[in-house]
């Protein structure tokens, strides 16, 4: 019987119409939140699919693969999937399917929320106002958008639902992006830079980029310097893309004007952490991806991805592209 071993859960509530799903398919479905290797060969030495609704690391690495000795397919709701081991899944012609249009909507509204909560310090003024104080001027706007320059890091799916969503304020929108042409850029409205000439012109930057080696601190001490002083960075993608202990130093010499996260290397905060103490710092709880649909929305898709690999049919989004895939899979029509 198809087996899939539903390994990680970032505390995602779980509606009953998954599992009742999966057995109608034919297919055994055990949920179990892993955490050590024990559990992994308690619960999964025997699945053909492995299925996350979390970034956890550490369970899908080299070490665990000896484990996994029937998985064929590995499914990480949403767009990242830095928490799995690609060079030890595909070497093992072990699929790693995603789902990324899920987020695409929800996050860019979120991040598009943070410039501007950034920019227009509503939250600022939100927390002066409940500790007594009503004085538009503690806490002005740092600019405006209308013809602003905007950067971004990255232009996938969230890079462009963000450009068409911004499409009315006539910003100036630049992009780094390698694996784009200048071509594709332009057709968008936008202009194809190097990320040095991003980080000296943008007065906002936003960060819309996968993590990976490449992208792993491209936002550190050097590209800080390089920035404008009224610069407000925006990371909804992925914590360890910005060097944060070199944004810390920057928000604390006043280098950069502001910063709104999404994500952080290390969460939730410490009550003593140095980010609390940035009035010009705004943070967000990985909420990108959320949207009214919640919970279902985050099961929805993959569910389907998964019924459709029971058949062994090729799933329509495959995050280690070029993967010769263990199972005799058939193309989608």
């Given at each position: ?159 462009k639902a963000i450009t068409k969503k911004l499409s009315g304020f006539d910003m100036n929108i630049r992009v780094y992006d390698p694996y784009l042409d200048e071509e594709t850029i332009k057709s ?146």
């Amino acid at each position: 019987m198809f087996k899939v071993a539903h390994i990680a859960n970032d505390n995602h509530p779980l509606p009953n119409w998954v599992s009742e799903k999966f057995e109608k398919a034919g297919i055994n479905y055990v949920f179990h939140d892993c955490h050590t290797r024990k559990e992994l060969e308690k619960y999964a030495a025997d699945a053909d699919v492995l299925f996350l609704t979390s970034s956890r690391k550490g369970l899908v690495v080299e070490e665990n693969m000896d484990i996994f000795k029937k998985v064929g397919s590995v499914i990480k709701c949403g767009s990242g999937t830095d928490n799995i081991d690609h060079y030890a899944c595909t070497k093992r012609g072990i699929i790693i399917a995603h789902t990324p249009d899920d987020p695409t909507e929800p996050t860019s509204d979120h991040i598009i929320t943070l410039l501007f909560t950034a920019v227009r310090q509503t939250a600022r003024q939100d927390r002066l106002i409940r500790r007594g104080i009503w004085s538009a001027q503690e806490a002005l706007p740092l600019g405006q958008f209308t013809g602003a320059d905007l950067g971004l890091i990255g232009f996938g799916r969230i890079g462009k639902a963000i450009t068409k969503k911004l499409s009315g304020f006539d910003m100036n929108i630049r992009v780094y992006d390698p694996y784009l042409d200048e071509e594709t850029i332009k057709s968008l409205g936008c202009i194809k830079v190097e990320l040095n000439e991003l980080l000296k012109i943008s007065q906002y930057i936003l960060t819309v980029c996968p993590l990976n080696d490449e992208t792993r601190g491209i936002i550190g001490e050097e590209a800080f310097q390089i920035m404008r002083k009224d610069a407000v960075l925006v990371n909804g993608a992925r914590a360890g893309i910005i060097n944060e202990e070199a944004l810390k130093k920057n928000l604390r010499e006043e280098w950069i004007k502001a910063a709104a996260f999404d994500v952080l290397e290390n969460h939730p905060l410490n009550p003593d952490d140095e980010y609390l103490t940035f009035e010009n710092m705004n943070f967000t709880p990985h909420l990108g991806g959320y949207h009214h649909d919640y919970p279902d929305a985050i099961y929805t898709t993959c569910v389907e991805v998964i019924i459709e690999m029971s058949k062994m049919q090729v799933p329509k989004w495959i995050a280690n592209k070029g993967v010769v895939p263990k199972w005799n899979m058939q193309e989608r029509v």
